[in-house]
């Protein structure tokens, strides 16, 4: 048999194998990314409980474990990723200290700002990262966006007629995460986050574990505990992050490039 005609009959051999090797690879990761959300919803669901019962000592210990689940996800994820999350991390922490200490839009149970929270932003973006990415959820990108305005406009509407207080605050809110979800660059992404920080938020303030003020600062508008749409913010910070981890990363490797170069990130010599 002559070379030619043998890579014309490997050439369907070879593309089944490389397309059996991209399969089996998605299935792993679809098959990951299930199991790190079903444990990081039961993680949540038994912390913030906990979190009730103890005082600031069990709060740190609470906090501990919450970084150490952060630090074993990020093993199992690639470089891309991890620089997004840690971007995250930094710029959720910052929006914290504003929001909640600085502001004081909302307030957490021990009027701090619990050390699980900035490790718990870095987990929650990974989660919904990895679900946006699932394949059969990229299949129905529509549906899941459509699928999560009927929620806002739901949470809206109660938030409007339904409690003793006018969520002025919800609405606006809302028309913020429209802007996302119909405008922004990963919809689908903006909805995945937006759904589940909504259901953190009721299964926060429910607990407890943290509630918002009645009229929101600056803008002075009625609020509810927790506004309708304020899962919005969390695409906010999403955005943010996205767009400064590729500065993230320049700035990493200019340094790791002046260290083994013998010079200061600055590009001055070093003596």
């Known amino acids: 048999m002559s ?26 990761r679809s098959r990951l990314t299930i199991a790190l959300a079903l ?52 710029v959720a ?11 004081g839009a909302y307030v957490y ?51 409007l007629f339904l409690l003793p207080v006018v969520d002025q605050f919800g609405l606006f809110t809302w028309v913020l995460l429209m802007r996302f979800l119909f405008r922004g660059r990963a919809p689908t992404f903006y909805a995945v986050s937006f759904v589940l920080t909504m259901a953190l938020e009721f299964y926060g303030t429910t607990l407890g574990n943290w509630a918002w003020r009645p009229i929101s600062p600056f803008l002075g508008l009625a609020a ?9 913010g969390y695409c906010c910070m999403d955005s943010i992050a996205r767009r400064l981890a ?3 990363a320049h700035a990493w490797h200019r340094s790791l490039r002046a260290v083994t170069s013998g010079r200061s990130p600055s590009g001055e010599a070093r003596a």
């Open 3 to 28: 070379g030619s005609s043998e890579r014309l009959l490997s050439q369907p051999v070879d593309a089944w194998w490389l397309r059996s090797g991209l399969a089996a690879i998605g299935a792993s």
């Open 39 to 90: 444990f990081f919803s039961a993680y949540w669901l038994v912390m913030l409980r906990l979190d009730l019962l103890t005082n600031l000592t069990g709060q740190i210990a609470i906090s501990t474990s919450a970084w150490l689940f952060l630090a074993a996800a990020l093993r199992l994820s690639p470089p891309a990723e991890r620089l997004q999350v840690i971007s995250m991390v930094l």
């Open 246 to 248: 590729p500065a993230f």
């Open 109 to 159: 149970r021990l009027e701090n700002l619990p050390l699980f929270v900035p490790a718990g932003h870095g987990l929650f973006f990974l989660v919904a990262l990895r679900l946006s990415d699932l394949l059969w959820i990229g299949r129905h990108t529509r549906a899941v966006v459509v699928a999560a305005t009927v929620f806002s406009v739901a949470l809206v509407l109660r938030g």
């Open 93 to 103: 922490t910052t929006c914290e200290c504003i929001g909640s200490l600085l502001l």
């Open 224 to 232: 509810a505990n927790p506004p309708a749409a304020v899962g919005v």
